[in-house]
């Protein structure tokens, strides 16, 4: 059940030759990273085979391919979200162009909602796991045996350690936490954030999760940051909304910028990843 990707692959390759190490996945809100791409070819979404062009009003939907800190990096900036569609495979093909393109690496980035007093809208918090609350997967309909897939270390830890090491040079040490993947559209209810807080989630979102496991499936070395947009349902005094979602992911990611060029410095020169 492979996608498209060897095809986009070579659309982007026809556009800007090059091996390329680092994968990254924008969340609502966050885009503005793509401008931080030097030397970069940008290709709409439109243009590349089953790429899913979003319906969310704060993602674009264009490849850009180019460089930061030095390092070849391709950027997806927008992702499609399960709750568009219903189809929880929506992102295989983006994913797989990005390792057909050469990235080891992928680092998602979304907007969460925090369970935790301390972890506050506007601060990133690095992912160490997550929990699938959704019941969905992405490896659903694989016939061979990869379909089960080893998920006890999908947060490869030694990319978790350059984040926190490089947030903590930065003086900006970061929040670490579980992330729970509700299916959305709709916000969770209070009820359903105490559950998510007694399960042992730190924050929850409708993202990312399906990207992980078809990286992992793909054989990547997964990172991934939650930009803190607001607290859980019922954890603040007012209600919950994607207008929220889109001006604190700004905030948060002026924060995270200098955060996730460092990391890509980091980890894209270390030649032992
Ligand atoms: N819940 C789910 N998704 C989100 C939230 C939230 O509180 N904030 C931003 N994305």
């Not at 498209?4 to 091996?19: D, K, L, N, S």
Request: hydrophobic share 40%; charged share 25%.
């Amino acid at each position: 059940m492979s996608g498209f990707g060897r095809e986009c692959a070579e659309i982007v390759r026809a556009a800007r030759p090059g091996t390329y190490r680092i994968g990254m996945i924008l969340g609502s809100g966050l885009g503005s990273l793509a401008e931080e791409v030097e030397d970069a070819v940008r290709i709409p979404y439109t243009k590349l085979s089953e790429f899913p062009v979003s319906t969310v009003t704060s993602h674009s939907s264009e490849l850009v391919a180019g460089t930061m800190s030095g390092v070849p990096v391709v950027i997806l900036s927008g992702r499609a979200h399960y709750y568009e569609s219903g189809n929880a495979q929506i992102m295989r093909t983006p994913v797989e162009t990005l390792k057909e393109l050469g990235c080891e690496v992928l680092l998602a980035t979304n907007a969460a909602g925090s369970l935790r007093e301390e972890v506050a809208p506007g601060s990133p918090m690095l992912i160490s796991d997550h929990i699938n609350w959704s019941g969905l997967n992405p490896l659903i309909g694989e016939e061979d045996e990869s379909r089960f897939l080893d998920m006890s270390a999908a947060y490869d830890a030694d990319l978790r350690a350059a984040m926190k090491k490089v947030a903590e040079e930065t003086g900006d040490p970061v929040a670490e936490g579980n992330y729970m993947w509700f299916s959305g559209p709709s916000f969770e209810t209070p009820a359903e954030i105490r559950m998510a807080k007694l399960l042992g989630a730190d924050a929850v979102g409708m993202s990312t999760v399906p990207e992980v496991i078809i990286a992992r499936f793909l054989g990547m070395r997964v990172a991934a940051m939650s930009v803190i947009t607001n607290y859980g349902a019922g954890l603040q005094a007012h209600a919950l909304s994607h207008d929220e979602t889109k001006t604190m992911a700004k905030v948060g990611m002026d924060r995270m910028k200098e955060l996730v060029r460092a990391f890509v410095k980091e980890v894209g020169n270390d030649r032992n990843d």
